[in-house]
C-alpha cells in the first residue's frame, strides 16, 4: 500500500492531537501543500454550540494567511482505520484554491493512503471563481 511523506504523517499526527474535539470526540487533521511545496496543517475545533471548523478549513486558513492561492494537495487524518472524507463545504473551499489535478489524499495513523482522488472526481460540475465570469 502507499504510504505518504512521513514528514507530512508527523504533521497530520501531531496537529490530529491537537484538535479540539471534547463532544464529538472525533479528532482530525489535515495538512495542505501548496504549489511551491510549502505545508500547513490544521485540525478541527469544535464549540459548544456545534458550530465545528474543520481541519481542511483550519489548514486552508493558515495556508491562505501565508500568502499562498495555489493548492497542490490536500492530506486528511481522521480518527481509526477507515478514511476521513472532506465534508461538501470542505469539498468548495478545497476547489476554491485548487489547479487541475489537485490531489485530496485520506490516510490512516501509519501514512497509507486509503483514497486518492482529485478535487474534480470529489466536487464534480463545481461552482467556483470561474462560474462567476458568466456576470
Ligand atoms: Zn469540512
Known amino acids: 500500500m502507499k504510504r505518504i511523506d512521513p514528514e507530512i504523517l508527523q504533521a497530520l499526527l501531531r496537529t490530529r492531537k491537537a484538535a479540539y474535539a471534547p463532544y464529538s470526540g472525533f479528532q482530525v487533521s489535515a495538512v495542505v501543500e501548496s504549489a511551491d511545496g510549502r505545508t500547513f496543517a490544521g485540525c478541527n475545533v469544535e464549540t459548544a454550540h456545534f458550530k465545528s471548523v474543520c481541519a481542511e478549513a483550519s489548514a486552508l486558513s493558515a495556508m491562505i494567511g501565508a ?28 476547489h476554491e484554491f485548487s489547479r487541475v489535478g489537485t490531489r485530496v489524499i485520506l490516510v490512516d495513523e501509519h501514512g497509507r493512503v486509503l483514497n486518492d482522488r482529485t478535487i474534480e472526481e ?14
Not at 128 to 135: E, F, H, K
Request: charged share 25%.
Open 122 to 135: 470529489l466536487l464534480p460540475d463545481a461552482f467556483g471563481p470561474d462560474s462567476l465570469d458568466a456576470r
Open 67 to 94: 500568502g499562498h492561492r495555489e493548492l497542490a494537495a490536500v492530506y486528511v487524518l481522521g480518527p481509526g482505520d477507515k478514511a476521513c472524507p472532506p465534508c461538501g463545504d470542505c469539498r468548495q473551499r478545497i
